[in-house]
């Protein structure tokens, strides 16, 4: 039997990065996963995660890469970004086939607040990962980029051949900035990279911050949930089993250039990973209602700082490329996120998605 493909999934703890690591060893890949596990939510949820995968918390500790002791193939590492030098000691002892790069600080409220912990992860820890692939070379580095980068741009659906130089909020910037990065690395050391814009993804083990968790438990709860925009907000969202089928059939898909474009070109390609289809997020809210059998109370005020009214994603250039079009409908999705939802906290209290 030849060797297994070996891949780095950073970011494996949290929402997207589960599904992902799932998926691949679902599919027989020989998966390494990495996260820091940090406060910005409730770690509960994140080691919830990582047992479903095959790790119990006993078993994990920081910057020590553990397995399961019945699956050789299945590995966590508990590790900084910012930490340039362990993450090259981890490079060259595992020496990665493939990188799916998600770790991330996430939300666009949270860096009005807190900038620098997005300049820690966001830009310093992208800057070390592009670095640890140049050193230990990968046949493809895929990373997350985010629907944010199109800030002002007022053209819909939203195109990867439309401007994104316009960002409103700092989360945004970085995720920009990383765009940047790794073209230039692509361009001068050959990396093929990939970066994928997710469009609100949402569904089971979510992430307590976005709107669909977050509402779910207000509506729970009883209490208020805030609506933006006095309610008039559109996103197209995407659910993760269909963000998971678009990074699985990204992932074998390098971008190349041939010799004769080769100084006009670089490695790079840019995806929508959206939905193609905008929905109020009153209709959501509704959904959620009907779901859950309770009605929301809702409080309507003006647009926040560094927000959109409305997502809408092109994703022909994906369809192009994969021959996949992300396709599940809202009510479909919510459905199975509730599924998810009343069974996690069917035993315990609900205060734990805080």
Not at 78 to 100: H, I, M, N, R, Y
Not at 173 to 194: G, Q, R
Request: hydrophobic share 40%; net charge neutral.
């Amino acid at each position: 039997m030849g060797k297994k493909t070996r891949i780095l999934v950073t970011g494996s703890a949290g929402f997207i990065g589960h599904h992902v690591v799932m998926a691949l060893q679902d599919a027989q890949f020989d998966v390494v996963g990495l996260d820091i596990i940090n406060q910005y939510y409730d770690p509960a949820l994140k080691y919830d995660r990582l047992k479903v995968q095959g790790f119990e918390k006993s078993q994990i500790a920081y910057n020590t890469c553990v397995c399961s002791a019945d699956t050789p193939s299945r590995k966590f590492i508990q590790l900084d970004l910012s930490d340039k030098g362990g993450l090259e000691e981890l490079f060259a002892e595992k020496q990665f086939d493939l990188v799916v790069h998600l770790a991330a600080q996430a939300g666009v409220l949270y860096s009005l607040d807190n900038p620098m912990a997005y300049v820690e992860s966001n830009l310093v820890g992208f800057a070390n990962m592009l670095e640890a692939c140049r050193k230990y070379p990968v046949k493809h580095f895929l990373f997350a980029s985010s629907s944010s980068v199109y800030g002002l741009n007022v053209e819909i659906p939203f195109s990867t051949n439309h401007q994104t130089d316009r960002p409103i909020s700092f989360y945004a910037a970085t995720k920009k900035a990383n765009e940047v990065m790794a073209h230039s690395y692509a361009h001068l050391y050959d990396i093929p990279a990939t970066g994928m814009r997710f469009f609100t993804v949402y569904g089971p083990w979510g992430r307590p911050d976005m709107a669909c968790f977050r509402f779910a438990k207000y509506i729970a709860e009883g209490r208020t949930i805030q609506l933006y925009n006095q309610g008039n907000m559109w996103r197209d969202f995407t659910y993760i089993d269909d963000v998971v089928a678009a990074v699985m059939k990204l992932l074998r898909r390098a971008p190349k250039v041939t010799k004769k474009k080769r100084a006009h070109e670089a490695p790079y390609r840019l995806y929508n990973i959206g939905n193609n289809q905008p929905e109020q997020l009153l209709e959501m809210v509704a959904l959620l209602e009907r779901g859950l059998h309770k009605k929301a109370s809702i409080d309507l005020l003006p647009m926040q700082p560094g927000d959109v009214p409305v997502t809408y994603a092109d994703v022909d250039a994906l369809v192009a490329a994969t021959g996949y079009r992300p396709h599940t409908s809202l009510a479909v999705g919510i459905r199975k996120f509730l599924d998810w939802f009343e069974a996690y906290y069917a035993a315990q209290p609900i205060e734990k998605a805080a």
